[in-house]
């Protein structure tokens, strides 16, 4: 038994209703459904409607709103884990090795995040360019078995292979 439900609607801004819209036109196309979609689906772009079964006292609406946005930058993290590092995939159907391949997967992309993240503040704070996750793991993967190799051979040779490798992301 789930309880009593409310909703929440939020009005978007003009510009992300827009594009919303926009959205919605161009699936009603691809859909044949005449390249226009109807009024009702055009004004639901316009909002976002939550649905929860918390009452109000314990989550205000202020409240419930910034957790859905919290909960939407998760989701689109884990939509660029899946993407860049295949966290979607296994190469085996062993439950133990597949286990082992999403943890490994999940560290790198720990990895992958914080190391995306300084390289982002140190390329735009000298030379005022972003750099892309999808630049970071692409040269960890091409890096990934040397800088493996380091780890094992001790700190100096990781160290070596970490000032190479960070000269290649930026």
Request: net charge positive; aromatic share 12%; hydrophobic share 65%.
């Given at each position: 038994r789930i309880g009593p439900l409310r909703m929440v609607a939020f009005r978007l801004s003009l510009e992300s209703a827009s594009r919303r819209r926009a959205a919605v036109n161009e699936n009603a196309r691809r859909h044949g459904q005449g390249g226009t979609a109807t009024r009702a689906a055009l004004e639901l772009a316009g909002w976002i409607i939550l649905i929860t079964n918390a009452p109000a006292a314990r989550l205000p609406s202020d409240l419930l709103a910034y957790f859905y946005r919290l909960r939407w930058q998760v989701e689109l993290i884990f939509r660029q884990c899946k993407d860049t590092l295949r966290l979607d995939q296994a190469r085996s159907d062993n439950p133990c090795r597949v286990q082992c391949e999403?943890?490994?997967?999940?560290?790198?992309?720990?990895?992958?995040?914080?190391?995306?993240?300084?390289a982002d503040a140190a390329s735009w704070a000298h030379d005022r360019i972003q750099i892309s996750f999808e630049k970071v793991v692409r040269t960890l993967q091409m890096n990934g078995l040397s800088l493996a190799r380091a780890l094992v051979k001790g700190r100096q040779t990781t160290h070596v292979q970490l000032v190479g490798f960070w000269q290649c992301v930026l």
């Open positions: 999403i943890w490994g997967r999940l560290l790198v992309a720990v990895m992958a995040f914080r190391l995306h993240t300084h």
